[in-house]
C-alpha cells in the first residue's frame, strides 16, 4: 500500500505546481525603478527565499541525490519534501516587498526552474508505477537519472546569480571579470570534489576503466586550457593581463597534453602537479590595484602551490590504497586500539597515512576556488570599505571551504551506508571478536546495539573440560 501512496502524494503534488506556475509567472518586477526601490531594506519574505532556497539546493537536494544513487526508500520523500519546499521559495522570491531588483539572469531562471522541476516529479510518478519494463521505462531511468545529478550544478550556479544579484555585481563594466573569476573558481572547486570522489569512491570504477587519475585530469587540463587560450584576448591592444591569462591557457593545454601521453598505458604521473604549481606562482605575483586584491590573490595562489606539491607528494611518494571493503567506516580494523605488528602492520600503517594525505589536494583545490570566485574588483572593493582586513577575509574564504568539504564528504558516507550498500560492509552476525597474526580485531555489526552485544561463538571445535583435566 505504500507505493500507490507516495504515488498520489507525488501526482497531488504535481497538479498543485501545475496550479501556482502561473501565479509565479504572472510577477513581473518593473522596468524603471526608483534609487530608493532599488537601495530600500531587504524585508523579511526575501530573507525566507533566500534562507529556504539555500536549505533546499544546497542541502535537501544533494542528500535526495545520494540517496536515489545509492537506491534507498528515502529518495522519494526526500526529494518529494525538496521540490514543494522549492517551489515556495520561487514563490517567495516573485512576492517579496522591501528591495527591488532589476531583471536578471537569476530571476528567469527561477521562473523557469519551474519545467525541470515538473519534469523530474513526472518522471518519477512514471517509474513508480513499474509499466513498459521493456520499452519506455528504460529511457525514463536515464532521463530521471540525467535530471537528478544536474540538480546540484543548476542549485550552484542558481544561488552566484543570486549572490550578484543581491550585491549588485558585475555590473556593465565587471562582467567579463565576473564570469573569469566564478567560473574558473567553479572549476577549481568542482575538480577537488572529483578528486575526493575517485579517491574515496572511484577505486573500483578506475581499475575497470583502466586509466589513472591522471590521465583523466591531464585531459580536463588541456581542453580547459584550450578554451583559455582563445577566449581571454578580444581584439585591440593587448593588456598586461591578457598575456599572463592567454599563457595560463598556453602552459595548461600543453601540460595537459604531455600528461594525457605519459598517463595513456594507465601509468600514474605526475603532471597536474607542475601545472597547478605554476599557476599558482602566476597568481601570486598578479599585481592589482587594492591591496588588498594583492593579498587575496597571493593567498589564492600560494593554496594553489600548495595543492600542487600535495598532489606530486601523493602520487609519486605515497602506496596506492588497495580496495578494502568498509573503509569508510568508524569500526573498520583499521581503528583498533591495539598497534599493528610486523610487515602486515607497516603496510596498513602506511594506507592509513596515505588515505589521510589524499583530503589534502582536493581540500586545497577547493579552497583556492573560493579565494579566486571572491577576488573580483567588485567585491573586493565592497570588503575595502567595510574595513575588513585580507586576514578575516581570507580565512573566512577558508572556513567556507571547510564546510563544503566537511558536506561533500558526508555525501560520500551516506552513500556508502544507505540502501543497497546498507548492509554490504559489514553483514549480519558476523564475529566481533577476533584473534589472528597475534592482533585483536574488534568490529561492530550493524545491526546490534550501541552499547552492548552478545560475543558469538567462533566456529571450530570445541574442548570439553573434563574432570581429568587440570
Known amino acids: 500500500m505504500a507505493r500507490p501512496t507516495s504515488t498520489c502524494l507525488k501526482a497531488g503534488l504535481v497538479l498543485w505546481l501545475s496550479s501556482q506556475a502561473c501565479v509565479v509567472y504572472g510577477h513581473k518586477h518593473e522596468g524603471n525603478l526608483t534609487e530608493e526601490q532599488l537601495h530600500a531594506s531587504i524585508d523579511a519574505i526575501l530573507w525566507i527565499h533566500m534562507a529556504l532556497q539555500a536549505v533546499v539546493w544546497g542541502i535537501i537536494f544533494p542528500i535526495g541525490m545520494v540517496l536515489g544513487l545509492s537506491r534507498s526508500r528515502w529518495h522519494v520523500p526526500t526529494q518529494s519534501i525538496g521540490f514543494a519546499l522549492t517551489f515556495g521559495g520561487i514563490f517567495l522570491g516573485h512576492a517579496h516587498g522591501g528591495r527591488q531588483f532589476r531583471h536578471s539572469t537569476h530571476g528567469s531562471i527561477g521562473s523557469w526552474i ?18 513498459h519494463q521493456e520499452t519506455l521505462r528504460p529511457y525514463a531511468v536515464r532521463a530521471h537519472g540525467i535530471l537528478g545529478r544536474l540538480w546540484p550544478i543548476i542549485g550552484w550556479v542558481q544561488s552566484l546569480f543570486g549572490v550578484i544579484v543581491l550585491r549588485d555585481l ?42 589513472s587519475p591522471e590521465w583523466w585530469d591531464s585531459w580536463v587540463i588541456m581542453l580547459w586550457g584550450i578554451v583559455n587560450t582563445f577566449t581571454e584576448h578580444w581584439g585591440g591592444a593587448w593588456s598586461v593581463k591578457d598575456m599572463q591569462h592567454t599563457i595560463l591557457g598556453v602552459l595548461w593545454w600543453t601540460g595537459g597534453a604531455l600528461g594525457i601521453f605519459l598517463a595513456r ?16 606562482w602566476a597568481m601570486s605575483d598578479h599585481a592589482q590595484a587594492l591591496m588588498l586584491s594583492t593579498k587575496v590573490h597571493a593567498a589564492f595562489g600560494y593554496t594553489l602551490i600548495l595543492a600542487g606539491v600535495t598532489r606530486m607528494i601523493e602520487v609519486c611518494f605515497l602506496p596506492a590504497t588497495p580496495h578494502i571493503p568498509g573503509s569508510l567506516e568508524d569500526n573498520d580494523s583499521e581503528h583498533t586500539l591495539l598497534p599493528p605488528q610486523g610487515a602486515q602492520g607497516v603496510v596498513r600503517s602506511q594506507v592509513m ?21 571572491s577576488a573580483t574588483d567588485e567585491e573586493l572593493d565592497a570588503v575595502h570599505d567595510t574595513g575588513m582586513d585580507h586576514v578575516t577575509y581570507i580565512l573566512g574564504m577558508y572556513s567556507i571551504a571547510f564546510l563544503l568539504y566537511l558536506f561533500t564528504q558526508f ?60
Open 353 to 373: 597515512a596515505a588515505r589521510a594525505f589524499r583530503h589534502l589536494p582536493p581540500f586545497l583545490l577547493v579552497a583556492s576556488g573560493f579565494l579566486f570566485m
Open 265 to 280: 598505458n594507465n601509468q600514474v604521473i605526475a603532471c597536474p602537479g607542475p601545472n597547478i604549481i605554476l599557476t599558482g
Open 170 to 211: 558585475c555590473g556593465p563594466n565587471g562582467a567579463g571579470q565576473c564570469a573569469a573569476h566564478y567560473i574558473m573558481g567553479s572549476a577549481f572547486i568542482g575538480y577537488g570534489i572529483v578528486l575526493s570522489l575517485l579517491f574515496v569512491l572511484g577505486g573500483n570504477w578506475l581499475r575497470r576503466n583502466g586509466k
Open 114 to 131: 519551474v519545467v525541470p522541476i515538473l519534469a523530474q516529479l513526472v518522471l518519477g510518478i512514471y517509474l513508480k508505477l513499474h509499466i
Open 411 to 470: 555525501l560520500f558516507h551516506l552513500y556508502m551506508t544507505t540502501g543497497q550498500h546498507a548492509n554490504s560492509i559489514h553483514p549480519a552476525g558476523e564475529i566481533v571478536f577476533s584473534t589472528s597474526n597475534g592482533e585483536i580485531e574488534l568490529t561492530s555489526p550493524r545491526n546490534t546495539s550501541k552499547w552492548y552485544s552478545r560475543v558469538p561463538r567462533e566456529e571450530g571445535p570445541v574442548h570439553v573440560l573434563r574432570e581429568d583435566d587440570d
